[in-house]
């Protein structure tokens, strides 16, 4: 479990006095995090973790470098590690466990049993039984490079917790997340865990974090997810995000932020995501997220809490910079980020929008040096979908909730209020109506009873004939963001309206060099993917004709 590559040594009282204080083993959850912890610090990459929770115990195998029995002896002293020497390493911290409290305490509260062989020098190994902390037998047996750990009556003397554990009862739930939220910081590695000596949970290794996730969540796949890693000055990022189109969450309970290999809780990164999300997914859901920040040691301070699940990370503020930089680019309507998708699961989420007439200004597009997606415009289907062809098949763009996202981040970029040539008059305008519209910057003076002048408005308002009627819609709004989504929703193309090609290259242009393209402001799909591959598997082109009749 333990590493060898340095040996076990006893912290000096200096050292051990700066670590964070508290008892790291307060739960079943706990025992397999320290484990398996120290697995991975050893080099594993293959662990088997097997569950008897009603009997109060658990072992731990793993493939790693193994143990001396020197470094056997030492393993469960209070302060033991091989990670750390003197207080100046607490900041360069690389590895998962280092404290060296784990085995000492796992030892006071369980009967222990380890047996390990050191890979580089052993041809056999030792096996070590602990009971109330002292060993009480050690000797040479055979055994694969490696460890096995085996924790039996846990927390023997301490009925308390005991009963505290069992009252609560999530032990089999925060087991689960545990393994998964390990799997997906070291996805190379084969995860299986056992329960009662059946298989009940198994994960096989990967490359990408992003192939871990499906394992994780079932309805979840490979293609409803993008995954890009970028590098900075003080390390690297792998970002994998589920594409807002396909899947969203109920709560943000899958915003997951990782740091040099261990997820933890980082609230600032957290609001980062959801902040900067918050316009692609429909109101109240929350984006399917796996933030990996690999970053200088010296940038973070892992001795916040006992269980290392809080840091304080210097220079919060260019992370959150990064991230947003990165959120902008993983969205992109590339050749590279677009993904196969089924189409009967498509079908089903288009919607129709009817909104009211305007002027829409498609016919000229500026220039970008944006690389687009190669769409050409085909044909119209029922005045609402717009039929584009690419190298790879066609999508079906719905116009309205396009042309909503476009004008929306236009607005977002200039918005401006300008004075109107005649006033407009609204009756019956609550407090809190004419207070939403002085927020927006908009002056409001009283005309009278129950009556009110307008002098300004939305430079994208004042020559609709509905300016009064959209107005009073802004009425309602709460804050600019709101207000912008309702001008652009609507001002944008009403289904219905016939476009020309000219009109319809210019949208897809259009839409395609906006910031988030996948969905519209409410969260709503905008276009449907037919690719090649996918029509081949439903036309059955891969079929040889003749063995398909039998010939």
């Not at 329960?195 to 990408?208: A, E, T, V």
Request: overall charge neutral.
């Amino acid at each position: 479990m333990l590493s060898s590559t340095n040996k076990i040594k006893i912290l000096p009282s200096e050292v051990s006095a700066l670590l964070a204080a508290g008892q790291v083993i307060d739960s079943f959850t706990a025992v397999v995090r320290e484990l398996v912890e120290n697995s991975l610090d050893a080099g594993a990459n293959r662990l088997v973790i097997s569950l008897w929770p009603d009997l109060w115990r658990l072992q731990v195998v793993d493939n790693g470098c193994g143990m001396s029995q020197e470094d056997l002896r030492l393993a469960c002293s209070p302060h033991s590690t091989s990670k750390i020497r003197q207080s100046e390493d607490l900041r360069q911290i690389n590895s998962l466990g280092f404290r060296g409290e784990a085995l000492y305490s796992l030892a006071q509260l369980a009967d222990l049993e380890i047996c390990s062989r050191y890979q580089q020098k052993d041809s056999l190994g030792w096996c070590l039984v602990y009971r109330d902390g002292k060993i009480v037998s050690q000797e040479n047996i055979a055994i694969a490079p490696g460890t096995i750990i085996n924790v039996s009556n846990l927390f023997k003397n301490w009925k308390v917790r005991r009963e505290a554990i069992e009252k609560s009862k999530p032990k089999l739930k925060e087991i689960q997340k545990l393994i998964g939220e390990m799997a997906l910081t070291h996805p190379q590695i084969n995860w299986q865990v056992k329960l009662y000596d059946q298989l009940w949970l198994k994960i096989s290794p990967s490359n990408q974090a992003k192939e871990i996730i499906p394992q994780i969540l079932k309805p979840i796949t490979v293609n409803d997810l993008v995954q890009k890693e970028w590098e900075f000055d003080s390390g690297k990022m792998t970002l994998v995000m589920g594409l807002p189109d396909r899947c969203h969450r109920q709560r943000p309970d899958w915003i997951k932020i990782a740091i040099n290999g261990r997820v933890v809780k980082c609230p600032e990164l957290e609001q980062t995501i959801v902040t900067n999300t918050v316009r692609m997914f429909p109101r109240d859901r929350y984006p399917l997220c796996f933030l990996h920040l690999q970053i200088n040691p010296e940038q973070i301070d892992w001795n916040r809490h006992p269980a290392k699940s809080e840091v304080y990370l210097e220079n919060i503020c260019y992370y959150q910079e990064q991230i947003k930089n990165a959120l902008t680019e993983i969205f992109k309507l590339n050749p590279e980020n677009i993904e196969p998708q089924v189409p009967n699961q498509r079908v089903k989420r288009l919607l129709k929008v009817a909104e009211p007439q305007g002027g829409y200004h498609l016919d000229q597009v500026p220039q970008s040096e944006i690389t687009l997606l190669q769409l050409k415009a085909l044909t119209q289907i029922h005045r609402t979908y717009i039929v584009a062809e690419h190298s790879n098949g066609f999508w079906l763009v719905e116009q309205h909730i396009a042309h909503e996202r476009v004008i929306y981040e236009q607005l977002q970029q200039d918005w401006s209020l300008v004075p109107l040539d005649k006033p407009i008059m609204i009756n019956s305008l609550s407090d809190q109506a004419r207070e939403n519209l002085e927020n927006l910057g908009i002056i409001v003076e009283n005309f009278g009873e129950q009556t009110w002048l307008i002098r300004n408005a939305p430079a994208s308002l004042v020559n609709r004939e509905d300016c009064a009627q959209a107005l009073a819609e802004l009425s309602h709004s709460g804050d600019l963001d709101s207000a912008q989504v309702a001008i652009a929703c609507r001002s944008a193309i009403r289904n219905g309206t016939e476009l020309s090609l000219t009109q319809m290259q210019n949208l897809l242009n259009q839409w395609q060099k906006t910031r988030n393209p996948r969905t519209c402001p409410h969260g709503r799909p905008i276009y449907l993917s037919l690719e090649e591959s996918s029509l081949a598997r439903f036309f059955r082109r891969h079929w040889v004709i003749g063995k398909s009749h039998g010939i």
